[in-house]
């Protein structure tokens, strides 16, 4: 294995997020050093048992949680030193988080949970996502009606009701069989791929990975590349 991120820049262009010398650490330290480039219509996945570190490095990198070490930059602006209103503003309108936890509002309907997403990302519901995600039928059931891998799609459809540019997904095809994983995986690479948008996944799932551009390993604290 290759140490330490070597993306191939000769294939993808203009990055959108460059992370630099990251290190985090909670009661125990998790990785040291980590740089890593995400560039337009590419996606990565980022392999890892549980506890190495990859659902912290995500959410370091989504303007979630703010590293011990390092720097994130969006563009050309350190994420972290943006003033607060700007990190919530740029969360709001060019993130899109996919969490294991779907943290859809029980209570409501479907239609109601998107109508949320819809509301704040002045976006309209596409009605063509919800027929590719299985779920255009469901929109009036109530969120706890649903199973878990319906709830995995309504979350994923929350997400991309925004039309985010830049993606960040925590085991999004957790709940789903094999092959609704992959359905709903290249609609999310679709999606990434037309709007010349990158997204960043954490994984154990193996066969997931392999839909990505490019793939790497968490494993003693370090990200390796995982050679094609």
């Known amino acids: 294995m290759i140490k330490n991120n070597l993306s191939n820049t000769s294939t993808f262009k203009n990055p959108l997020i460059q992370a630099k010398n990251l290190s985090h650490s909670f009661d125990y330290p998790l990785f040291e050093d980590i740089n890593l480039t995400l560039h337009e219509r590419e996606v990565i996945s980022i392999l890892g048992v549980s506890g190495s570190g990859k659902s912290?490095?995500?959410?370091?990198?989504?303007?979630?949680?703010?590293?011990?070490?390092?720097?994130?930059?969006?563009?050309?602006?350190?994420?972290?030193?943006?003033?607060?209103?700007?990190?919530?503003?740029?969360?709001?309108?060019?993130?899109?988080?996919?969490?294991?936890?779907?943290?859809?509002?029980?209570?409501?309907?479907?239609?109601?949970?998107?109508?949320?997403?819809?509301?704040?990302?002045?976006?309209e519901i596409d009605s063509e996502i919800l027929k590719k995600l299985g779920i255009e039928k469901t929109l009036l059931q109530?969120?706890?009606?649903?199973?878990?891998?319906?709830?995995?799609?309504?979350?994923?459809?929350?997400?991309?009701?925004?039309?985010?540019?830049?993606?960040?997904?925590?085991?999004?095809?957790?709940n789903l069989d094999a092959q609704t994983a992959k359905e709903v995986m290249s609609e999310m690479i679709e999606y990434i791929k037309s709007i010349n948008g990158t997204m960043l996944i954490v994984t154990h799932d193996e066969n997931i990975a392999s839909m990505s551009d490019t793939i790497y390993r968490l494993k003693d604290q370090t990200l390796f590349h995982e050679p094609s």
Request: aromatic content about 10%.
């Open 142 to 174: 109530n969120i706890s009606d649903l199973s878990g891998g319906q709830q995995q799609r309504v979350s994923i459809a929350r997400v991309l009701t925004k039309k985010p540019k830049i993606i960040f997904a925590d085991e999004p095809t957790g």
């Open 56 to 123: 912290t490095l995500l959410h370091i990198l989504s303007s979630l949680l703010k590293p011990k070490k390092g720097e994130v930059y969006y563009g050309s602006k350190s994420l972290y030193n943006l003033p607060q209103k700007y990190q919530t503003k740029v969360r709001r309108e060019y993130l899109g988080i996919i969490f294991q936890s779907h943290y859809l509002f029980k209570g409501f309907s479907v239609k109601e949970n998107l109508e949320i997403s819809s509301l704040i990302s002045k976006r």
